[in-house]
């Protein structure tokens, strides 16, 4: 028996090899069926999928064998990867001096007819074979060798698969985990901005207040000045950080619950003395969707219809269909509308349209970004129509299958 040679490249394919995280793991339906194909067209009694490591020939898939692994000294396979772009073809292994006192010749599964298809990899590295097997001599047609090439393009293609969902999981889960991070460095700098903010601004309320009659009136603007500017920044550090949390809401997981129940729980929020109408018609609706996201979503859109809102009587509808596919929603104010010129970015991130709103606080441009983001992530579409000095009605779906 002739020992296999070592391959120059061995240890850049033994690196190739582990990459794919394929060694001693269990069988699997979609290989087992490339070796029941291979087997059956080239009419033999046995079939792998072989991968060839340090010290052994490891088996993917098997058909006829009962062996799991066998010594590389001894594996056909081993000098099938020699030459990666040819085909390894032993018709009767019995007359063949590098074969004939085999252990797998001389024992069982006895081998006599083989032929090795290498698996390479797309750097050009040979990982192993798909090989035919009998214990008879045999020659394979043109069409057959041409079919198991195709085959064995197969078993590299699933070997990919694999590598490149290993690599999507690696990276989601680096994605959390970098998530996590900024979501805690977020809060951390969120109060340790906020700290000094709420500081200078108490500070400017307390000189305003107890020694408004020692001040001119430049001095007295400029403290306010100070507290209104605080205040913006409180607003934006704020909005910020609700923006942020917008993925961590969306895997929050889906439950079944009231609608009406979930609307008044939002306008007791914003209206907790009843001074804004509210119409809505739907009773007793039930919705099966994430109840966290989408409350989050309303809260912003009907905070938007108060506090851009010139009107006396503010008021606000909320309206709900249900389609096939999606749960259909709007939310319509009666307040100062959006211009034509103005619409298409009102749900960019930062994009602020107005000066202050009805209480004489300026926006962050954060809420109708946010409002989009989980919309888009809950398998939605949202848009608007919008009237000056008549109101805008927002539109969004959320889709009843699980999008996440």
Known sequence: MILPPIPENEAERLKALKEYSILDTLPEEEYDDITK?????????????????????????????????SSRDAAFC????????????????????????????????????????????PDGLALGTLCVIDDKPKELSHEQLKALKSLSNQ???LFELRKSKILLEKYAKDLVNKNKELEKFAHVAAHDIKSPLNNISGLSQILISDYSDKLDK????????????SSILRNLVDG?????????????????????????????????????????????????TNRVALQQILINLVANGIKYNNKDEVA?????????????FFVKDNGNGIKAEDQRRVF???EVLTNEDRFGKKGSGIGLSTVRKLVEGLGGTISLESEIGKGTRFLFTITKYNFL
């Open 78 to 121: 081993a000098h099938a990867i020699i030459n990666p772009n040819e085909i390894f073809t032993v018709k009767d292994s019995r007359l063949d001096e590098r074969f004939h006192d085999n252990p797998l010749v001389v024992g069982e599964p006895h081998v006599v007819f083989y032929t090795g298809i290498p698996l390479v990899s």
């Open 218 to 229: 430049d001095a007295l603007m400029y403290l306010s000045m100070l507290d209104e500017s």
């Open 155 to 157: 078993v590299v293609s």
């Open 240 to 288: 910020i950080l609700e923006h942020s949390k917008g993925d961590a809401i969306l895997v929050e997981k889906r439950s079944v619950f009231n609608l009406s129940e979930l609307v008044n729980e939002t306008i007791a929020l914003l209206d907790n003395q009843s001074e804004y109408r509210f119409i809505f018609s739907f009773q007793d609706q039930k919705l099966y």
């Open 348 to 350: 960019d991130i930062f």
């Open 37 to 69: 194909l291979a087997s059956q067209i080239c009419q033999t009694n046995i079939s792998t999928i072989s991968l060839i490591d340090e010290k052994r020939q490891w088996f993917k898939s098997k058909i006829g064998v009962d062996d799991y692994e």
């Open 316 to 328: 606000i509808e909320i309206g709900f269909d249900e389609a096939d596919e999606f749960y259909e």
